[in-house]
């Protein structure tokens, strides 16, 4: 007997959906992102595995995820190991959430450490 794929969904926060600043692809790359991290708003997916849940080129993948941490909606962790894929950090703001202070750990001499505030949906923490 075949087992049934399970179903599953993604909460997308409103100031996401309506963000004036996202493009189509943009959003959908970031709906990909918040699918993949789920309620921790951290996840580890590859560029092959992102442009194959968009329909992107993985070249198109790499440009709008600089497009999404420029615009402050995500952190780029870029892990020096060769064949790991980088961590991205969630930034979502939603409604009356409190800020909490996030340090991206540094992984190389040329990434510096950041310390940002970020707002976490109160449905996924």
């Known amino acids: 007997m075949a087992s049934t794929p399970v179903k599953s969904f993604t909460q997308i926060p ?3 959906i309506f963000h004036p600043e996202l493009s ?10 918040l699918h993949y ?5 951290v996840c580890w997916p590859s560029h092959k595995r992102l442009a ?7 070249g198109y993948v790499r440009k709008l995820l600089n497009e999404l941490e420029q615009k402050n909606f995500i952190i780029i962790e ?16 939603v409604g009356d959430t409190k800020a909490t202070e996030v340090s991206v750990p540094q992984v190389s001499p040329k990434v510096p450490r950041k310390k940002v505030q970020i707002k976490k949906y109160e449905g996924l923490v």
């Open 37 to 41: 991290g789920r309620q921790v708003g």
């Open 78 to 93: 870029r892990r020096a190991r060769y064949g790991t894929s980088n961590r991205y950090h969630l930034l979502i703001a």
């Open 14 to 16: 409103d100031e996401v």
């Open 52 to 58: 194959k849940g968009t329909g992107f080129s993985i």
């Open 24 to 33: 189509p692809s943009t959003f959908r790359l970031y709906v990909n992102l």
